[in-house]
């Protein structure tokens, strides 16, 4: 009754919430924000790239751990619940300047295996929250052409949400540009687990042999095989932590990283051109000196 009550008055929260919507926006919206550059606005369609940017050294796929929810919402006086929800505002936000600035993949890490040992109201919450954020948003991934896929073990995630991410992802998939990934009830570990059974499986009947597996047959057993560019260029992570807690652990083995002592909901659009700036001031060697 009390989780029942709690997840109730998270609803309400929310709504109460969506009608003050001005104020929200004021804190949170990307679009509102300081510009980096004078003269340089959101338009419609490719981002005019800011000052200290070059649009052909951008990187193909950015990884984005999105932590500090709840501590932006304890800051602000506000409800866990009401933390993710502007969390999952900025990841839109931050998806849409990533795609206008020429950034192909964003792959978000929404929801880790080892979150549900977190309190079950936050747990249930969540996953409210990604069911009506997919549900709400289909429309605007189609009239965008984002194709959505959500990757993860997904054995626990209700039957609703899973039925809603069928959906999102059928109604996105023909698109080819711009790419949101989603990392739900995800863990590095087990996607190398689960492409390691894989593999075996297929040995076992006759479909592979050993001399056939190599580093290109691996990742093509990966949870991140749905997209053109499995290995993300670049990781940002937000609200000071510096660690990777589990995500992409094979994908990220060339990866750059960026950590920002800024909460999620607060990293705007400056500080995603910060981040793109410090990328492009790095020389990627992959282990090689030239």
Not at 18 to 38: F, G, M, N, V, Y
Not at 188 to 206: T, Y
Not at 243 to 251: A, E, K, P, T
Request: overall charge neutral; some cysteine; charged content about 30%.
């Amino acid at each position: 009754m009390l989780s029942l009550l709690s997840c109730f008055l998270s609803l309400l929260s929310f709504l109460v919430h969506s009608c003050i919507r001005p104020w929200t926006q004021a804190k949170i919206s990307l679009k509102d924000e300081k510009e980096i550059d004078e003269g340089t606005s959101y338009v419609a369609g490719e981002e005019e790239t800011p000052k200290g940017l070059l649009r052909e050294q951008m990187p193909r796929h950015v990884a984005v751990i999105m932590d500090g929810n709840r501590r932006w919402a304890e800051r602000a006086g506000l409800l866990t619940s009401q933390g993710h929800e502007a969390g999952a505002e900025r990841l839109i936000e931050f998806a849409e300047l990533c795609f206008k600035l020429g950034i192909e993949t964003v792959s978000a890490f929404a929801f880790s295996t080892e979150n549900w040992g977190r309190h079950k109201i936050e747990v249930n919450c969540l996953m409210s929250l990604f069911q009506r954020y997919l549900k709400s948003k289909i429309h605007f991934f189609q009239s965008e052409e984002i194709r959505v896929s959500v990757i993860g073990n997904l054995e626990k995630i209700p039957e609703s949400l899973l039925g809603t991410i069928k959906e999102t992802e059928e109604a996105t998939k023909r698109y080819k540009k711009k790419h949101l990934i989603l990392a739900i009830d995800y863990s590095g570990r087990f996607d190398i687990l689960h492409a390691c059974k894989s593999i075996v499986k297929k040995s076992q009947q006759g479909l592979i042999r050993e001399e056939d597996v190599d580093q290109t047959l691996f990742e093509r057993e990966l949870l991140t095989k749905c997209t053109e560019f499995p290995s993300p260029d670049l990781l940002i992570r937000t609200s000071g932590e510096q660690r990777i807690s589990n995500f992409l652990l094979w994908q990220l083995a060339y990866t750059e990283l960026f950590f920002s002592p800024v909460l999620w909901p607060d990293f705007d659009k400056d500080r995603v051109i910060e981040a793109l700036v410090s990328y492009q001031s790095r020389e990627r060697r992959f282990g090689c000196r030239i």
